[in-house]
């Protein structure tokens, strides 16, 4: 074999734990570009990781490349649906582009899996509620009342969700 042969060899025997581990580091040290050069080869290597096309989200996030964050998401829930982060971050990034349908429906996906999340379950109900879609957002509202009695916002909201 020619020693451009064991090169390529060489580069292509980088293993996929290897890669993700690299670019979760290059993550953690915001070198952004870095870790999305080394996603996009572990996800060629082993394309039904749906963790390693979460990461490849987060990191198109960080470039403020949207779309395709979407695209990575909408592969990670595609091959791991009982993941709720994936779906609470498609539903995060379609909020941020103005598709509050689409943001609505990864959410509630989300809180299928993961009812007990204040965070999504906040968002989810602030989306409903400005969509107008008061009576569906009580659920998610009395579900962050029992996780924090004491938020005086989500009384709040309740009440003007009753009174709509």
Same mark, same amino acid.
């Given at each position: 074999?020619s020693?451009v042969?064991?090169v390529?060899?060489a580069?292509?025997a980088?293993?996929?734990?290897?890669l993700?581990r690299e670019? /979760? =580091? =290059?993550f953690?040290? =915001?070198?952004?570009?870095?870790a999305r050069? *080394?996603l996009h080869?572990?996800?060629?290597?082993s394309?039904?990781? !749906? #963790?390693?096309?979460s990461?490849?989200?987060?990191t198109?996030? *960080?470039?403020n490349?949207?779309?395709?964050a979407i695209?990575? &998401? /909408?592969k990670?829930?595609?091959?791991a649906p009982?993941?709720a982060q994936a779906? &609470?971050?498609?539903?995060?990034?379609?909020?941020r582009?103005g598709s509050?349908?689409? #943001?609505?429906? #990864?959410?509630g996906?989300?809180?299928?899996v993961d009812?007990?999340?204040?965070?999504a379950s906040?968002?989810? !109900?602030l989306?409903?509620?400005?969509q107008?879609?008061y009576s569906?957002?009580?659920?998610?509202l009395e579900k962050? *009342?029992t996780?924090?009695p004491a938020d005086?916002?989500? /009384?709040? !909201?309740?009440?003007?969700? &009753? !009174? *709509?």
């Amino acid at each position: 074999m020619s020693l451009v042969g064991l090169v390529v060899l060489a580069v292509l025997a980088q293993s996929v734990p290897e890669l993700a581990r690299e670019a /979760r =580091d =290059d993550f953690k040290q =915001d070198k952004y570009a870095e870790a999305r050069e *080394k996603l996009h080869k572990a996800v060629q290597q082993s394309p039904q990781n !749906a #963790a390693l096309w979460s990461l490849l989200g987060l990191t198109d996030t *960080k470039l403020n490349e949207i779309d395709s964050a979407i695209a990575d &998401f /909408r592969k990670a829930v595609e091959l791991a649906p009982g993941e709720a982060q994936a779906w &609470f971050n498609l539903g995060a990034l379609y909020g941020r582009k103005g598709s509050n349908g689409d #943001a609505i429906l #990864a959410y509630g996906a989300g809180l299928k899996v993961d009812s007990g999340n204040a965070a999504a379950s906040q968002n989810y !109900a602030l989306l409903l509620m400005s969509q107008n879609r008061y009576s569906e957002a009580i659920p998610p509202l009395e579900k962050l *009342k029992t996780l924090d009695p004491a938020d005086l916002g989500t /009384r709040a !909201a309740l009440i003007g969700c &009753f !009174a *709509k």
